[in-house]
């Protein structure tokens, strides 16, 4: 089974709407983090936001939050008013603790494109 | 600026040819970590390692070999055991492993098989 599911292999969102990013994702470690990162055309990685498996509270970072529902497995970024720089490759990934080796797993990414 | 440095951005590699990525973090980070992205893919980690002169295998870790001799750097050698190459490389580094602190990753490099 997958371990990190994004389902939306591509969207396209009207300037300054908001729009919702969806992971599910899959573990049986009781301690784990969620992460997401935008991936521009440049390739590289920009880490936008976690959320920790035993955090209360929904993490919120300017304009980005995660949208945290444990008992369903889902970890959504919501990006509020999105801007044309905004445009980008969105991974969702997970890390888990398994015998103090970590693993980070990535899911296969949404593209999502901000249209003026 | 503190970050991470990954040289070549573009690397072209023959049939049989060993080669080697390298990778700079002046961050002071303890963790340091490969990935091998393939197009439409998400990453996949190859080697990661928490501390220096130690480090672990991957998901992917056959026909690649790492070293950790310093804490900022962590060279990948991609070995001619590897017979399909060609992805986009990204290292990453994290104060140290687990716990609520993120990856922050270099700008790749792009391996080619010629």
């Known amino acids: 089974a997958q371990k990190i599911t994004q389902t939306q292999p591509g969207m396209f969102v009207q300037e300054k709407e908001a729009v919702t990013l969806d992971c599910t994702y899959d573990?049986?470690?009781?301690?784990?983090?969620l992460f997401w990162y935008k991936q521009p055309s440049s390739g590289e990685m920009i880490f936008l936001i976690y959320?920790?498996?035993?955090?209360?509270q929904n993490a919120t970072e300017g304009r980005y939050s995660l949208n945290f529902q444990k008992a369903r497995k889902s970890a959504n970024l919501v990006i509020s008013a999105s801007q044309l720089g905004d445009s980008a490759m969105y991974f969702c990934a997970m890390r888990e603790t398994n015998f103090g080796n970590e693993k980070l797993t990535f899911g296969t990414g949404t593209r999502l494109t901000i249209i003026p | 600026d503190g970050g991470i440095t990954q040289s070549p951005k573009y690397l072209f590699r023959k049939e049989g040819q060993n080669v080697t990525l390298s990778c700079e973090q002046n961050?002071?980070?303890?963790?340091m970590y490969w990935y091998r992205q393939d197009p439409g893919q998400g990453l996949r980690l190859i080697y990661y390692?928490?501390?220096?002169?130690?480090?672990q295998k991957g998901d992917i870790a056959e026909g690649y070999s790492v070293s950790r001799e310093k804490k900022e750097s962590f060279p990948l050698t991609v070995t001619s055991a590897q017979k399909n190459p060609t992805a986009f490389y990204l290292c990453?580094?994290?104060?140290?492993?687990?716990?609520?602190?993120?990856?922050?990753f270099g700008p790749g490099t792009r391996l080619l098989v010629l």
């Open positions: 990453a580094s994290s104060p140290w492993a687990g716990g609520s602190w993120a990856q922050y």
């Open positions: 961050l002071n980070h303890d963790a």
């Open positions: 573990t049986s470690d009781p301690s784990y983090g």
């Open positions: 390692s928490q501390i220096v002169n130690d480090f």
């Open positions: 959320q920790g498996s035993y955090d209360q």
